[in-house]
C-alpha cells in the first residue's frame, strides 16, 4: 500500500520536477509520512480509528472514526493531500 500512495502521486508529479527530487519525496513519503498516517485508522490506539477508546471510556471522533475499506482511504488521502502539496509548493 505505500508503494501505491507513492505512484499515485506520479502522475501529479510527471514532468513537473526532477528524478532526484521524486526519488527523495518517494523515500520519504513511504519511510516517514505513511507508516504514521496508517497508524491513526489502522491501529486499535489510533485516534482516527473507529475502535480507539481513552482510558475514560471516551471516543475521540463521537461515536464514529474512520472505517476504511481494503486499505483504499488511507492510499488516496495520503495521495492526495501529498500531490495537493507538491503543486502549491512546486518541488
Not at 44 to 55: A, I, N
Request: charged share 15%.
Amino acid at each position: 500500500f505505500s508503494a501505491a500512495a507513492t505512484t499515485i502521486v506520479s502522475g501529479s508529479l510527471a514532468e513537473r520536477c526532477r528524478l532526484e527530487a521524486y526519488f527523495i519525496y518517494s523515500v520519504y513519503l513511504s519511510t516517514f509520512v505513511y507508516p504514521v498516517v496508517v497508524h491513526w485508522v489502522w491501529s486499535g490506539t489510533g485516534w482516527l480509528s473507529s475502535t480507539y477508546v481513552d482510558e475514560e471510556g471516551n471516543r475521540y471522533l463521537s461515536k464514529n472514526g474512520m472505517i476504511d475499506f481494503a486499505g483504499s482511504g488511507v492510499v488516496h488521502m495520503v495521495s492526495a493531500i501529498a500531490s495537493f502539496l507538491q503543486d502549491v509548493y512546486r518541488c
